[in-house]
C-alpha cells in the first residue's frame, strides 16, 4: 500500500489542489494507521463470529451479535465517517482516495461490518448533491456522526437487475400528500441493511414511481424513508410503516443483514422527494457509480487477504519434495517451494495487486474531479472513470473471487474447512461479480455505452495513458518484452472495438454486444497489465539505489509483472479473435437446444 | 444419458463380453431407473437438510441426522453394493461403466450420503484384488450386503498429499504379534465417514509402516482395522483401539462425516496385513485410481445438478429486455433470451456434457480391461486409461465447479442465497479439485509419468482416437470447422508434448514439469473437444431422420459442440505456447518476492 500511495500515485500530489491544501502527508498515514489499528481490534475478530451467528429476525426483529455494534460505535467515535465531508460541515474534507483505502483496510478486515457504515456514507453523499438544504439539514449531520445508518432501496423481488420493471407487480408507487411529503406503498429486496438496532435510526432511499410519469426508468423518482420520521427540529418522531418482512441467508457476507422490506403495506410510510421527480436513476447512479468502485475494491481486499493467508501458511509448511528430489531421508520443503504452488502465489499477487493499482488509479481520477481547477483537466478525469468504474467492478469481482479460490487450494484439504478462513473469503467475495449491476451487465456498460463515450474519447484517453507507459518502457531493456506485449494489446483493443462499434453503427446491436463479456475481459486484462507495467517502471528506477531489505520488494513486482504478461495477458488473444468474428452462437442457441 | 449409453458409446457393446453376457439391455435400463427412482426418493429430499444439520461431534460419538442411514439402508435392501461383485459371490457382475452411471445418478441427488456406500464398494473391490480368502471370506459379504461400511485411512495431519512422510511424526506404526496379526499406532487426518452408527461395523484400511522396512513410500504396507474386531466365525468381537480424535468442519460435503482418528493410542489396535509387507501404496492406488474416475464423475453430476437448476430457472424466470428493444411497455423477456446469460448456460452444458462423455468412456475402458478376451485390446484400454485418470479427475473438478459458478450467476442474488440450491453445489464440488491426490499433483501424474508410459504409447493411443474422429468429421460438410481445429490440437498436444519430454530428458525435471498445470488444461480441453465432436458426429447423422421432439436434442449437441470449439478451445493455444517456450518464472520467484 505505502509503494502505491509513495511510489505509484503519488498521494502527496493531491496536496497541491486547494481543496485538500490544508493537509500534509503526515495527517494521510495518520489515518491510515488509525484504520488499520481499529479494523485489528474491532472489525478483524469478530469477522468469522458474524459469519456463523449471522443475523436472525426473530419476532419482527434482526437480532445482530453485539460486536457489530461496538465496532460501529469505536468507527463513528474516531470520526471515520466525516472523512470525506466537508470542513465546512464539520467533516475533515480527505481526498476520496484516502477514503478508499481507510475503506479497503476495513474490508480485508470485516467486510461484512464496515457495509453498515459504507452505506451510511454513500446516502450521506447522495443527499449532499441531489437533497434540498432541509433535508441535508436535517439527515447529513447524524449521518456524518454515524449515529443513523442508511440504505440503498433499488431492486424488487420480480424485477431484479431490470429497474424499468419496479411496479410491474408488487411497485413502489409514491402518492403525493398535501404537504408535500408522499406516501409510498411497495417493496423491496436485497436491502442491505435493512433492518437492525445498531442505529437510533435508518435512512432509507427509495426508487419508486409517481403515478402519471412516463413508464420505464424514466419514472423513477428517489425519496427519502426514515425508519422513524424527522420532525423538524431534528429529534425523531413516529415510526414509518416500513416492514421487515423477511432476511435472505447468504452464502457469504452474512455479517450485513440482508432484507426483504414492505413500505406502505399496513400504515402510513411517508417518503420525501429527493430532487425533482423523475430524476431518481441518474441520482442513484451517483452513489451507484461510487459503490461499483468500493465493490471493485472490496472484492480486491477479499482477494488480499485470502492471498496473505495462503502466502503465509505457503512458507510455513512443510511437505513434498521436488520432482527429482525423491529420497525419503531428505526433510521436506516449505509448500511455497513447489512450482505449482508458486503458480497459484504469483497469481494471486497478479490480481489483487494490480487490480489494487487500477483502484486506486480509479480514485485519484475522483479526487481530480473533486479538488482540480483544470476544467479539462476534470473532464478526461471523468471519462477515464467513467470507463474504468464497469472494468474494476467486474473484473475484480471476478478474478479476485479465483484468487480466493486459489488460496484455498494452495492449503488443500485444511482450506476446505472452516477452521481456516480463506473458505469465508471466497464465499464473502461470490457476492461481488453479483451485487451492484451483474458482471454481465457491467460487460454491456462498458461496450454499449462506455466504449463509445464522448465518442470514443473515454477509451482513447484510457488508451493514451498505456501508451505512454509502453512508450517509457521501451526505453528500458529488462521491461522491453512487456512494452511490447502492452503496444500489442492495445493495438487488439482497437481493432476489436473498431470492429464492434461498426456492428453497433450498422444497428446490429444485440451481435456486437452477444459477447461483451469477453470485451470487457480483455480490457481489464489489458488494463492490469498497464497496472504491472506502471509497478515494473517503478520498481526498475528504484532497484539500482534500493536498500538491501527492499530489493526483494522490487524484484517481486518485477517478476509478478513477468508472469501476469507471460501467462495471463496472452489470454485475451483468442478472446479477441472471437470478438471479431462476432460469432453470433450465443443468440442463434435457441431455449429447446439445451 | 440415454444418449451416451445408446448412441454415442453403446453399452450394448459390452454385451458380447462372457462376463456381461447373461445381461440384456432391458436389465441395465431397469438399473438405472431403480437408481433414479431411489434417489429422488430417499437421498435427494436430505441434500440440504444434511448440509445444514451436519454430522456433529458429541460425547465422543457422532450424530447424523436419521435420514442417512434410512437412504443407505434403502441403498443396501436394493442391493446396490453388490452391483459390480462376481454372480458367484452373489453380485450382479454388471459393468462397471453402469455402475458408474448407477452412482452419477445418486451423486446429482446427494453426493455426500452415497459417499458412505461408494466408499465401502472401494474397500471391498481392494480386498477382492488383494486380500486373501479368508480375509474376502469375513470382510467382503457384509460390505456386498451393505451392514458394513469401510474408509481409506491414508492422510496423517503432517503429511498431507506426501505418503512417503507418513512416519515423521505421528506415524502408524505397525508392529508383528505372534499371532500374525499386527499392533497399530498412529494418527490419520480427513477420513470420510471415520466414524459413525450407520453401520453395524467399519472396515478401515490404513496405510501404515511395518518397523524394518524402507523409508518412504516403498516401506508403507495396507492394513485392515475393523472398528469392532471379526471372529472366525464372522461375528463381531470386542472394540479395536480406534479412537475418534474429532470431526472437520468442512466448506461443502458436509453430510459426510470427515474425522481425526487415533489408532493404538489407548488401547489395542489390532490390523491384518493385506497381501505382502511393502505393497501398500501400489494396492492402494488399485482403490485410488478408480476413486479418482468417481471424484471426477461427481463433480460432473454436481455440475450437471447445478446446470439444470439454472437452465430451468433462466426459462422460467422473466427479466429485462433485449439491447435494442428498451420500450418498457414491452414485456420483460424470460432470462435464457439474453445472449450472456446463454452463454453461461452454454459453458456450463459443454464442461458438464463433455467431460460426462468423456467420464463414461473411461467406464467402458474398465470394462474392456474387465471383459475383453482380446489381450492387446486390453492393453490399450489400461494404457488409455491411466493417461485419462488424471485428466478426468483433474479437468472435471476445475472446470465443473466452475460450472457451478456459473449457475449462481444465472441466478443473480437468489442464486447467492442457501434458500436455491446451487450454492451448495458450487461448495460441495469445490473439493474434487483438492481431494484424492490435489490438480497440481494430478497435472505432475500426467506429464511426468502418463504422457511417457510405455514410451508414450499412451499418448499416441489417445490421439490416435482423436485423429481418427477428426477424419470421420471431415467428411461433413458441417463439422468440417470442427475437425480441423481439432487436428490442429492434436498437432499442438504433439509438439508441446515433445518439447517437455526432450527438457525431461536433458534432466531438466523440474523447468519441464514448472506449468504442468497447463498442460493438464491443454489436455482436458482437447479430449473434451473430442468427446463433444464425437458427440457431434452422432447427431449429425441421427438428425436427418430424427423425430421432431429429438430434432431440437441434436441440434442443442451441434450447438454445445460450435460453442465449445469456437469459445473454449482456443484457449489452449496460449497455453501450448508458454509451455513450449519453458518458461520458468514459477521456479525463479523466490519467497521473499512474494
Known amino acids: ?193 435493512g433492518d437492525h438496532e445498531l442505529s437510533e435510526n435508518i435512512v432509507h432511499l427509495v426508487l419508486a414511481k409517481i403515478p402519471g410519469g412516463l413508464p420505464g426508468v424514466k419514472g423513477i423518482s428517489l425519496f427519502i424513508v426514515p425508519k422513524f420520521r424527522v420532525n423538524d427540529d431534528g429529534s425523531l418522531g413516529a415510526r414509518n410503516d416500513v416492514q421487515l418482512a423477511g432476511v435472505n441467508h447468504k452464502l457469504g457476507q452474512r455479517g450485513i443483514v440482508n432484507t426483504f422490506l414492505k413500505f406502505g403495506e399496513r400504515g402510513e410510510c411517508i417518503g420525501h422527494l429527493v430532487g425533482a421527480p423523475h430524476q431518481g436513476l441518474a441520482q442513484m447512479f451517483h452513489l451507484m457509480n461510487e459503490a461499483r468502485i468500493g465493490v471493485g475494491m472490496g472484492a480486491i481486499m477479499q482477494g488480499m487477504a485470502g492471498y496473505q493467508y495462503s502466502l503465509q501458511y505457503a512458507k510455513e509448511r512443510r511437505q513434498g519434495r521436488h520432482p527429482e528430489q525423491k529420497d525419503p531421508a531428505s526433510p521436506p520443503v516449505a509448500l511455497i517451494e513447489h512450482a505449482d504452488v508458486k503458480r497459484m502465489l504469483l497469481q494471486q499477487k497478479c490480481y489483487v495487486e494490480g487490480a ?107 488508451l493514451d495513458e498505456l501508451r505512454a507507459t509502453t512508450a517509457q518502457a521501451a526505453a528500458i531493456a529488462a521491461l522491453a518484452e512487456y512494452s511490447e506485449a502492452l503496444a500489442s494489446s ?53 532497484l539500482p539505489d534500493a536498500a538491501d531489505h527492499d530489493r526483494e520488494f522490487y524484484e517481486g513486482k518485477l517478476m509478478a509483472c513477468r508472469f501476469f504478461f507471460r501467462h495471463e495477458l496472452p489470454q485475451i488473444e483468442p478472446l479477441a479473435r472471437l470478438l471479431q468474428t462476432l460469432d453470433d452462437s450465443t443468440l442463434a442457441a435457441t431455449p429447446g437446444q439445451f
Chains 1, 2 share one sequence.
Open 1 to 193: 500500500m505505502r509503494f502505491v500511495i509513495d511510489e505509484l500515485w503519488p498521494l502527496s500530489e493531491l496536496l497541491a489542489y486547494p481543496r485538500y491544501a490544508m493537509h500534509g502527508r503526515e495527517t494521510f498515514d495518520a489515518i491510515l494507521d488509525q484504520s488499520q489499528k481499529l479494523a485489528l481490534e474491532k472489525f478483524a475478530p469478530h469477522n468469522r463470529a458474524s459469519d456463523i451467528d449471522e443475523p436472525r429476525f426473530v419476532d419482527g426483529r434482526v437480532h445482530i451479535i453485539p460486536e457489530v455494534k461496538a465496532a460501529l460505535d469505536a468507527y463513528a467515535d474516531a470520526g471515520f465517517p466525516a472523512l470525506l465531508a466537508d470542513e465546512a460541515e464539520g467533516g475533515l474534507q480527505l481526498p476520496y482516495t484516502l477514503a478508499l483505502l481507510s475503506d479497503a483496510i476495513f474490508c480485508a478486515a470485516n467486510v461484512s461490518t464496515i457495509g453498515y457504515a459504507l452505506l451510511a456514507r454513500g446516502v450521506g453523499n447522495l443527499l449532499k448533491a441531489h437533497g434540498s438544504a432541509e433535508q441535508q439539514h436535517l439527515y447529513c449531520q447524524p449521518l456524518l456522526e454515524g449515529r443513523w445508518l442508511g440504505t440503498m432501496c433499488l431492486s424488487e423481488p420480480q424485477a431484479g437487475s431490470s429497474l424499468a420493471d419496479i411496479s410491474t407487480r408488487a411497485d413502489a408507487i409514491a402518492k403525493p400528500a398535501a404537504d408535500g411529503s408522499y406516501r409510498l406503498s411497495g417493496q423491496k429486496m436485497w436491502i442491505s441493511g
Open 490 to 542: 492495445t493495438v487488439l483493443i482497437e481493432q476489436t472495438t473498431r470492429a464492434l462499434v461498426t456492428c453497433m453503427a450498422e444497428g446490429r446491436v444485440r451481435l456486437a454486444l452477444a459477447n461483451a463479456s469477453y470485451y470487457l475481459t480483455l480490457v481489464g486484462h489489458a488494463f492490469i497489465a498497464w497496472a504491472w507495467l506502471k509497478q515494473a517502471l517503478v520498481a526498475a528506477r528504484a
Open 356 to 462: 489494487f493499482a487500477l483502484a486506486v488509479y480509479a480514485g485519484t481520477l475522483i479526487d481530480v474531479q473533486l479538488g482540480c481547477e483544470n476544467a479539462e483537466t476534470r473532464r478526461y478525469a471523468a471519462l477515464k472513470l467513467d470507463l474504468l468504474t464497469p472494468v474494476l467492478k467486474a473484473w475484480s469481482g471476478e478474478w479476485c473471487t479465483k484468487a480466493n479460490d486459489l488460496a484455498i487450494q494452495v492449503l488443500g484439504g485444511y482450506g476446505y474447512t472452516r477452521e481456516y478462513p480463506v473458505e469465508q473469503y471466497w464465499r464473502d467475495n461470490r457476492l461481488n461479480p453479483i451485487h451492484e449491476g451483474a458482471n454481465g451487465i457491467q460487460a454491456i456498460d462498458l461496450l454499449g455505452r462506455k466504449a463509445t463515450l464522448a465518442n470514443g474519447a473515454a477509451l482513447v484517453a484510457m
